[in-house]
Protein backbone atom coordinates (compact mmCIF):
# COMPACT_ATOMS: atom_id res chain seq x y z
CA UNK A 1 0.00 0.00 0.00
CA UNK A 2 1.34 3.31 -1.00
CA UNK A 3 2.33 5.63 1.74
CA UNK A 4 -0.21 8.52 0.34
CA UNK A 5 -2.90 5.94 0.44
CA UNK A 6 -2.66 4.75 3.94
CA UNK A 7 -2.51 8.59 5.14
CA UNK A 8 -5.97 9.67 2.89
CA UNK A 9 -7.86 6.14 4.06
CA UNK A 10 -7.00 5.66 7.14
CA UNK A 11 -10.02 4.89 9.38
CA UNK A 12 -10.75 4.05 12.85
CA UNK A 13 -12.33 0.53 13.09
CA UNK A 14 -13.81 -0.41 16.44
CA UNK A 15 -15.10 -3.80 15.29
CA UNK A 16 -12.04 -6.06 15.62
CA UNK A 17 -11.14 -9.96 15.62
CA UNK A 18 -8.41 -12.68 15.93
CA UNK A 19 -6.27 -13.41 14.51
CA UNK A 20 -4.29 -10.00 16.51
CA UNK A 21 -1.22 -9.01 14.17
CA UNK A 22 1.55 -11.44 13.91
CA UNK A 23 5.05 -10.78 15.06
CA UNK A 24 6.43 -10.09 11.56
CA UNK A 25 2.95 -7.42 11.16
CA UNK A 26 4.17 -6.42 15.03
CA UNK A 27 7.74 -5.05 14.38
CA UNK A 28 6.31 -3.32 11.40
CA UNK A 29 4.10 -1.52 13.27
CA UNK A 30 6.83 -0.19 16.15
CA UNK A 31 9.35 0.34 13.42
CA UNK A 32 6.45 2.87 12.33
CA UNK A 33 6.25 4.08 15.98
CA UNK A 34 9.92 4.81 16.02
CA UNK A 35 10.21 7.16 13.28
CA UNK A 36 7.81 9.37 14.65
CA UNK A 37 9.34 13.51 14.56
CA UNK A 38 11.14 13.34 17.93
CA UNK A 39 13.21 16.42 18.65
CA UNK A 40 16.04 16.19 20.61
CA UNK A 41 16.03 12.43 20.08
CA UNK A 42 14.55 12.14 23.32
CA UNK A 43 12.45 8.56 22.73
CA UNK A 44 10.11 10.20 24.73
CA UNK A 45 7.84 6.86 24.42
CA UNK A 46 6.95 3.23 25.39
CA UNK A 47 4.52 1.05 24.78
CA UNK A 48 3.08 -2.25 26.44
CA UNK A 49 1.28 -5.17 24.42
CA UNK A 50 -1.63 -6.43 26.09
CA UNK A 51 -3.71 -9.97 24.80
CA UNK A 52 -4.65 -13.29 25.64
CA UNK A 53 -5.32 -13.10 29.96
CA UNK A 54 -3.38 -9.62 29.92
CA UNK A 55 -6.94 -8.00 28.71
CA UNK A 56 -8.64 -9.58 31.43
CA UNK A 57 -6.11 -8.45 34.00
CA UNK A 58 -5.84 -5.11 32.37
CA UNK A 59 -10.22 -5.14 32.68
CA UNK A 60 -10.00 -5.94 36.11
CA UNK A 61 -7.67 -2.79 37.25
CA UNK A 62 -10.53 -0.86 35.06
CA UNK A 63 -12.76 -2.02 37.64
CA UNK A 64 -10.26 -1.06 40.20
CA UNK A 65 -10.37 2.23 38.73
CA UNK A 66 -14.11 2.48 38.56
CA UNK A 67 -14.62 1.52 42.38
CA UNK A 68 -12.16 3.89 43.24
CA UNK A 69 -13.63 6.84 42.76
CA UNK A 70 -17.41 5.41 43.14
CA UNK A 71 -17.32 2.05 45.92
CA UNK A 72 -20.75 2.12 44.79
CA UNK A 73 -20.67 1.90 41.68
CA UNK A 74 -23.05 0.30 39.23
CA UNK A 75 -22.96 -3.26 37.79
CA UNK A 76 -23.48 -2.03 34.58
CA UNK A 77 -20.49 0.61 35.03
CA UNK A 78 -18.13 -2.26 35.99
CA UNK A 79 -19.17 -4.73 33.54
CA UNK A 80 -18.29 -1.64 30.76
CA UNK A 81 -14.69 -1.45 32.05
CA UNK A 82 -14.34 -4.98 32.88
CA UNK A 83 -14.94 -5.76 29.16
CA UNK A 84 -13.32 -2.86 27.18
CA UNK A 85 -10.01 -4.87 26.70
CA UNK A 86 -11.84 -7.72 24.88
CA UNK A 87 -12.49 -4.97 22.16
CA UNK A 88 -9.79 -6.88 20.67
CA UNK A 89 -7.19 -9.36 20.52
CA UNK A 90 -4.41 -7.21 20.85
CA UNK A 91 -4.28 -3.87 22.70
CA UNK A 92 -1.13 -1.61 22.77
CA UNK A 93 -0.65 0.82 25.67
CA UNK A 94 1.19 4.15 24.16
CA UNK A 95 2.87 6.10 26.71
CA UNK A 96 4.55 9.07 27.19
CA UNK A 97 7.77 9.39 29.04
CA UNK A 98 8.25 13.27 30.02
CA UNK A 99 11.70 14.52 30.78
CA UNK A 100 11.08 17.34 32.83
CA UNK A 101 13.50 20.74 32.83
CA UNK A 102 14.80 19.70 29.09
CA UNK A 103 15.50 22.17 26.57
CA UNK A 104 12.56 20.48 24.54
CA UNK A 105 9.44 21.47 26.29
CA UNK A 106 7.28 18.37 27.70
CA UNK A 107 4.74 19.23 25.37
CA UNK A 108 6.77 18.76 22.18
CA UNK A 109 7.53 14.90 24.52
CA UNK A 110 3.90 14.29 24.48
CA UNK A 111 3.21 15.19 20.86
CA UNK A 112 5.89 13.36 19.50
CA UNK A 113 4.66 9.98 21.89
CA UNK A 114 1.51 10.91 20.18
CA UNK A 115 2.97 10.99 16.49
CA UNK A 116 4.02 7.28 17.38
CA UNK A 117 0.67 6.70 18.14
CA UNK A 118 -0.28 7.83 14.53
CA UNK A 119 2.48 5.73 13.44
CA UNK A 120 0.90 2.79 14.78
CA UNK A 121 -2.49 3.26 13.42
CA UNK A 122 -1.04 4.28 10.06
CA UNK A 123 0.94 1.23 9.90
CA UNK A 124 -1.72 -0.88 10.95
CA UNK A 125 -4.26 -0.02 8.07
CA UNK A 126 -1.34 -0.32 5.56
CA UNK A 127 -0.59 -3.84 6.77
CA UNK A 128 -4.94 -4.37 6.13
CA UNK A 129 -5.39 -4.73 9.85
CA UNK A 130 -8.11 -2.96 11.75
CA UNK A 131 -7.25 -0.14 14.22
CA UNK A 132 -8.72 2.28 16.10
CA UNK A 133 -7.29 4.38 19.27
CA UNK A 134 -8.93 4.93 22.45
CA UNK A 135 -8.45 7.35 25.52
CA UNK A 136 -11.38 7.72 27.76
CA UNK A 137 -11.12 8.22 31.27
CA UNK A 138 -8.94 5.30 32.10
CA UNK A 139 -6.03 6.77 30.28
CA UNK A 140 -5.74 9.41 32.77
CA UNK A 141 -6.66 7.89 35.66
CA UNK A 142 -4.15 7.63 38.87
CA UNK A 143 -5.31 3.97 39.61
CA UNK A 144 -4.55 2.44 36.22
CA UNK A 145 -1.44 4.25 35.79
CA UNK A 146 0.00 2.86 38.87
CA UNK A 147 -1.50 -1.19 38.16
CA UNK A 148 0.42 -0.45 34.24
CA UNK A 149 3.34 0.75 36.14
CA UNK A 150 4.03 4.16 35.05
CA UNK A 151 6.40 6.33 36.37
CA UNK A 152 5.11 10.07 38.23
CA UNK A 153 6.86 10.99 34.36
CA UNK A 154 4.68 9.26 32.55
CA UNK A 155 1.90 9.67 31.02
CA UNK A 156 -0.32 7.17 28.77
CA UNK A 157 -1.33 8.96 25.21
CA UNK A 158 -3.71 6.26 24.50
CA UNK A 159 -5.08 2.71 24.23
CA UNK A 160 -4.61 1.13 20.03
CA UNK A 161 -6.84 -2.01 19.74
CA UNK A 162 -5.58 -3.55 16.63
CA UNK A 163 -7.09 -7.21 14.92
CA UNK A 164 -8.64 -8.29 12.34
CA UNK A 165 -11.33 -5.91 10.31
CA UNK A 166 -14.43 -8.05 11.60
CA UNK A 167 -16.72 -7.05 8.28
CA UNK A 168 -16.42 -4.49 5.53
CA UNK A 169 -13.62 -1.20 5.83
CA UNK A 170 -15.43 1.67 6.32
CA UNK A 171 -14.72 4.31 3.47
CA UNK A 172 -12.62 7.46 5.24
CA UNK A 173 -15.35 10.73 5.59
CA UNK A 174 -14.55 13.19 2.59
CA UNK A 175 -13.06 16.63 4.40
CA UNK A 176 -12.55 19.71 1.99
CA UNK A 177 -8.89 21.21 3.16
CA UNK A 178 -10.17 24.54 2.20
CA UNK A 179 -12.87 24.57 5.49
CA UNK A 180 -9.47 24.02 8.06
CA UNK A 181 -6.68 25.87 6.04
CA UNK A 182 -6.56 30.04 5.90
CA UNK A 183 -3.68 31.91 4.52
CA UNK A 184 -2.51 34.19 7.25
CA UNK A 185 -0.48 37.65 6.89
Keep these: MEALD ?73 TKARNMPSRAPLMVVVIATLQAGHKVPEVEQLLSAGCAAHGIVLAAHALGLGAIWRTGEMAYDRTVAAGLGLAENERVVGFLYLGSVEGDRRAAPELAPADFVQSWG
Design 6 to 78: ALLNRVSLARLQAPAPDAAQREVLFRAALRAPDHGYLRPWRFLTIEGEGREKLGELFVSAVLAKDAQAPEAAT
